[in-house]
C-alpha cells in the first residue's frame, strides 16, 4: 500500500510540474509577445503636445532647462511623463502598452501611469545593484545563507555535554529571539561604532559617494545574519533531535565519534525536515528587511516612503505591496514544491 501511495504522488508530481511548466511557458511567451509590439520611446516622445515640443526645441539652444523628461520602461508597458515648473506648469503623461499609447493624466489613464512610474523606481531598474527589490532580495539571501550556517554551529553547541559552550549557545539564542530585530539593527549601526569609534563608512574608501550606503548595508547584514542564526538554530536543534535516538546509540556501539555520527547519519537525516520552516524563515525574512528603512537603505519601503514624501500620492504603498507580495508568491510555490519533492520518498 506505502508503495502504491508513492507511486501516485510520484505520478501526480510529474503531472502538476508539466501543468506548471505550461504555464510558465505561456507566460514568457505572452511577455515575449508584449515587449515586441511594446512602444518604442521615441514614439512616446512624439507623443508630446505642440507646446512641449517647442520647449525641447528652445531647449536645445538654450542652457536654461525648465522641462523634465521621465521615461520608465518596465518591458510589456512604458511610461512618459513631460513637466515644467512655474506660474504656466505644464504635465503630460503617457502609457504604452501592446503597440497603442495612452493619455495617463486623469482617470484609469493617470492610475495605470503612476504603477508604472511607481513601480520601475521600486524595482531600481537602471540603479546600481543594490536597489529597491535587488537589494530586498540580496540582503534576504546573504542573510539567511550567514544565518543557516551558524545555526548548525549554534544548535550543535546548544545539544552539546559540554555545559558551557551549550549555555553560551543558549544565551546567544535568548538574546536574538528575546529583542526586537529593529533595535538589534539599531544598536549595530549606531551603538556599536560609537562604542569602538569608528564609523560604516570608513571601511570603504574615502571618495566612494556610496559609502555611507554601502556601511549600512553591511550592518544591516551583519545585524539580520545574526538574528537569523539564532532562529535557524532552534529549527536545526528540532530537526536533529527528532532524529530517533536509537541510530546514535547504533552509532556508538559501531565506536563512531559525536561529529562522526553528527556528520554521517544524523545531519543528512533531519536535512529533510528543517527544509520547510527553513523556507518559512527565508520568506519572513523578506519582510523582515522592510525594516532597513529606518537606516536609510533603499529597498522597496525605502523608495516608496521617498516617493510618497517628495510626490505627497499614497498611491505609491499600492505597487510595493504588490511587489511583496509577488517576490512571496513565486518563493512560496518554489519552496513548496521542494518540500513536496524532498517528501515524496518519506
Not at 85 to 97: H, L, T
Not at 136 to 162: D, H, P, Q, R, Y
Not at 251 to 271: D, H, N
Amino acid at each position: 500500500m506505502s508503495r502504491f501511495k508513492k507511486l501516485v504522488d510520484i505520478k501526480n508530481w510529474k503531472r502538476s510540474s508539466k501543468t506548471v511548466a505550461i504555464v510558465v511557458l505561456a507566460t514568457l511567451a505572452l511577455v515575449f509577445l508584449l515587449s515586441a509590439i511594446n512602444v518604442s520611446k521615441q514614439d512616446m516622445l512624439d507623443q508630446a503636445s505642440d507646446s512641449v515640443k517647442q520647449i525641447i526645441e528652445d531647449e536645445k539652444t538654450s542652457s536654461r532647462k525648465s522641462l523634465t523628461i521621465t521615461y520608465n520602461n518596465l518591458g510589456v508597458v512604458s511610461y512618459t511623463s513631460f513637466t515644467t515648473s512655474g506660474a504656466n506648469a505644464i504635465r503630460e503623461s503617457y502609457v504604452g502598452f501592446a503597440g497603442s499609447i495612452y493619455g495617463a493624466d486623469e482617470g484609469a489613464g493617470k492610475f495605470a501611469g503612476q504603477m508604472v512610474n511607481y513601480t520601475y523606481r521600486m524595482l531600481g531598474t537602471g540603479e546600481n545593484l543594490l536597489h529597491g527589490v535587488k537589494l530586498t532580495l540580496l540582503l534576504t539571501t546573504l542573510s539567511m545563507a550567514i544565518g543557516a550556517v551558524m545555526s548548525v554551529f549554534l544548535a550543535l553547541g546548544k545539544i552539546s555535554e559540554n555545559k558551557l559552550i551549550s549555555r553560551l549557545s543558549s544565551a546567544y539564542i535568548f538574546f536574538f529571539r528575546g529583542t526586537p530585530l529593529l533595535i538589534q539593527m539599531f544598536v549595530i549601526y549606531f551603538s556599536v561604532p560609537g562604542i569602538f569609534g569608528f564609523s560604516w563608512r570608513s571601511l570603504f574608501s574615502a571618495g566612494d559617494p556610496e559609502a555611507v550606503y554601502k556601511g549600512a548595508f553591511i550592518a544591516a547584514l551583519i545585524a539580520f545574519s545574526l538574528n537569523a542564526a539564532a532562529y535557524c538554530a532552534e529549527i536545526v536543534r528540532a530537526a536533529i533531535q527528532s532524529i530517533d535516538k536509537g541510530q546514535n546509540e547504533a552509532a556508538k556501539a559501531l565506536g563512531m565519534s559525536y561529529g562522526q555520527m553528527m556528520r554521517t547519519i544524523v545531519i543528512p537525516q533531519s536535512i529533510r525536515r528543517m527544509i520547510p520552516p527553513l523556507c518559512n524563515e527565508f520568506v519572513m525574512m523578506i519582510k523582515d528587511v522592510s525594516l532597513v528603512f529606518a537606516i536609510s537603505l533603499m529597498d522597496i519601503t525605502t523608495i516608496s516612503k521617498t516617493i510618497m514624501t517628495s510626490e505627497g500620492n499614497y498611491l505609491v504603498f499600492v505597487p510595493a505591496l504588490l511587489i511583496y507580495l509577488v517576490i512571496t508568491a513565486i518563493l512560496t510555490f518554489i519552496f513548496g514544491k521542494i518540500e513536496k519533492r524532498l517528501s515524496i520518498y518519506e
